[in-house]
């Protein structure tokens, strides 16, 4: 070989050794890689062996098969006892798929909640929203619509009335009253009588119920429908005259204070029968409405425990004089002065039995509509004043004010439990507030919030309130192994770790055969590089010579 083609050929040899040098580095790299590879694996591998799931298990049978779910906590059924189960943040309010706050925003509901609960018409417009969302039937939302709005519903309150109501203005009702046959009977005998010249009457616009008693006289009574005295079909007023110049003695004012208490219980059992929907609510504004009406009508002496009877001097009670033409314009009793054809003879015991009854129903409204709502101008919407009916607002002048009352058609346990069910997800959304995140129906999105803390359950208690907490604390919602997702990570760990094993494998093959190589490049670098060096040593030696 000569020198020049030795210097080439190794040249060439240090080219293509530096090159398998090279590319036995680059592969060596590859194989760290895979390394870490195998290590990231390996602790995905592990760590999925902790992986959990929450699944629901209703009846403590040990099934793993429900997974936990929206439609599960938010739906009535069996498996939620027909009660909601709340997912709260950690402000309490509630967490709305799109559907329900679809029926929230419908109903008026503020997102930061009312604080209070709300009205009827708010609860139909609620229950109008849930049908609109399809989350409800038509026919459910007429059964919901119909039965009596459970205010306490959630708020330690139980299950719904299984009555059915009806609602309407007061024509409606009093066309209700007439359908029952609500008829209140008023008797007066001259037992009631007490002095000479003294009679009591009922003065009434169908003079032939009219009723005049006096000390002599038997006993007369007349009926009288409770809704002609309601909407003022009918008036009809008490009168008691007595010799002018004397007062009412003590027994024929206690004789009247007692038939106006015999009327109003007669009034309240009807009330009763139609306005008390089982609901605690309602029964708390009939009694309240009748405490006031008491205080207002037949005030009792806290003295002596007996009726108020001082009708002359007293003005707390009772009102002054009012002249004879405006007596039936006034709440309370009123004095008037009458005169007859033999003298005169002062009435200082003069009531409108309408107008009693009247304000009896405004108190009853008033503690239902919320005795603290005022109208456009901060006024008491509602309200009961002694004396000029001008000073007061009474609800039966309100044409537009709607009544709810029971109808006595019972609904099936089912259709019940489920107006329960909305009853009690609407008190909370006024009482507390909402939020909407549609994403909450996805189970993975609704486990990872729960388990990360960043939504709650809420959920009602022995007492009837709810109360909130972690998920950990529901008796209904397990936390299990996820045997699935382990399966499945195992089979990935185990495909790739394959994978992983054949790719170096591989890169060992290639770089044993890169080391054969560079070391047979380097014997031969060494050949022909010593080839080279004697070359040069016999041209020296020669020309040297």
Aim: charged share 20%; hydrophobic share 30%; aromatic share 10%.
């Amino acid at each position: 070989m000569g020198l020049s083609a030795g210097q080439a050929r190794l040249l060439s040899i240090t080219s293509r050794k530096s090159d398998c040098e090279f590319q036995s580095m680059r592969l060596s790299h590859q194989k760290i890689a895979l390394s870490r590879e195998l290590a990231d694996l390996s602790n995905e591998y592990q760590n999925s062996l902790d992986q959990t799931k929450l699944i629901y298990d209703y009846y403590g049978t040990g099934d793993t098969s429900t997974p936990l779910s929206y439609s599960i906590l938010m739906s009535p059924s069996t498996l939620n006892d027909y009660m909601p189960t709340l997912l709260t943040d950690s402000m309490g309010r509630v967490t709305l798929n799109s559907k329900y706050a679809a029926a929230a925003r419908f109903a008026g509901i503020p997102q930061e909640g009312l604080g209070t609960l709300p009205s009827e018409a708010m609860r139909r417009a609620f229950v109008e929203g849930l049908y609109n969302s399809g989350i409800i039937s038509s026919t459910m939302k007429d059964t919901i619509k119909g039965l009596p709005y459970n205010q306490a519903a959630g708020f330690g309150g139980d299950t719904t009335v299984a009555v059915q109501t009806d609602s309407g203005n007061l024509d409606d009702l009093c066309n209700f009253l007439d359908d029952i046959g609500a008829n209140i009977e008023i008797t007066i005998d001259g037992s009631m009588v007490h002095g000479t010249n003294a009679n009591m009457q009922l003065i009434c616009s169908d003079e032939s119920k009219h009723i005049k008693a006096t000390a002599s006289s038997g006993t007369e009574t007349k009926q009288f429908n409770l809704s002609d005295l309601l909407n003022g079909t009918e008036t009809v007023e008490l009168y008691m005259y007595n010799k002018k110049g004397s007062n009412p003695n003590n027994e024929m004012a206690n004789a009247a204070q007692a038939l106006l208490e015999d009327i109003l219980n007669q009034t309240g059992e009807y009330l009763s029968q139609v306005f008390d929907l089982g609901d605690g609510y309602s029964a708390s504004a009939l009694d309240y409405a009748m405490n006031e009406i008491k205080k207002l009508y037949i005030p009792v002496d806290d003295s002596t425990g007996e009726y108020y009877n001082d009708f002359y001097s007293d003005t707390t009670h009772f009102n002054g004089e009012v002249g004879e033409e405006n007596a039936s314009k006034y709440i309370g009793w009123a004095n008037t002065e009458y005169q007859c054809g033999w003298g005169y003879h002062r009435s200082k015991n003069r009531v409108s039995i309408g107008n009693m009854l009247q304000a009896y129903l405004t108190y009853f409204a008033d503690f239902i509509n919320g005795v603290s709502t005022t109208d456009i101008n901060g006024i008491d919407k509602y309200y009961v004043e002694k004396g000029n009916l001008a000073n007061s607002s009474l609800v039966t002048d309100d044409s537009s004010y709607i009544y709810t009352w029971l109808t006595g058609t019972t609904v099936s346990s089912d259709d019940l439990a489920q107006a329960t069910f909305y009853d009690a997800l609407f008190n909370q959304l006024c009482a507390n507030g909402w939020t909407e995140n549609d994403e909450v129906t996805d189970s993975s999105y609704l486990q990872e919030m729960l388990q990360s803390g960043m939504l709650y359950i809420s959920k009602v208690k022995d007492d009837g309130y709810y109360y909130q907490g972690n998920y950990a604390t529901d008796p209904y919602i397990k936390e299990i192994s996820d045997e699935t997702l382990i399966a499945q990570v195992e089979a990935k760990y185990t495909t790739e770790k394959a994978k992983l094993n054949t790719k170096e494998e591989t890169l060992d093959m290639k770089m044993k055969n890169l080391d054969t190589e560079i070391s047979s490049l380097t014997t031969e670098y060494d050949t022909v590089k010593n080839t080279i060096s004697k070359n040069i040593e016999k041209s020296f030696k020669r020309y040297n010579a």
